[in-house]
Nanobody, 126 residues
Framework: QVQLAESGGGAVQSGGSLRLSCALS????????MGWFRQAPGKEREGIAT???????VYRDVVRGRFTISRDNAKNALHLQMNSLKPEDTAMYYC????????????????????WGQGTQVTVSS
């Protein structure tokens, strides 16, 4: 059974940085496209970054240039380096996994992903 576990959330001031991590267990990691999503109170969950099995990356415009997604297939790990954080980045952050042929999916749509972590809270104060 595939499981995802996030870590690294916390509280920072505006302009600060955080690094989120996600570990996948229960299957071959390289077969999965991975994504980071976030959901703020009263808002819909939105995809902010994705990386497929070949390392193709897509970012949502609001985080491009500030956030960096990466994966380490040897360690079954996914990371999100978040710099220049803003109060509007405050949300619960989730990692998600989608198993597709050769892990080629590149999508920021939540309904494309099958497995989800429990979420980690990021709070940015002004």
């Amino acid at each position: 059974q595939v499981q995802l576990a996030e870590s690294g959330g916390g509280a920072v001031q505006s302009g600060g940085s955080l690094r989120l991590s996600c570990a996948l267990s229960g299957d071959t990691y390289s077969r999965y496209s991975m994504g980071w999503f976030r959901q703020a109170p009263g808002k819909e969950r939105e995809g902010i970054a994705t990386i497929n099995g070949l390392g193709v990356i897509v970012y949502r415009d609001v985080v491009r240039g500030r956030f960096t997604i990466s994966r380490d297939n040897a360690k079954n790990a996914l990371h999100l380096q978040m710099n220049s954080l803003k109060p509007e980045d405050t949300a619960m952050y989730y990692c998600a996994a989608a198993r597709t042929p050769e892990g080629l999916l590149v999508s920021l749509a939540a309904d494309e992903y099958t497995y989800w972590g429990q979420g980690t809270q990021v709070t940015v104060s002004s």
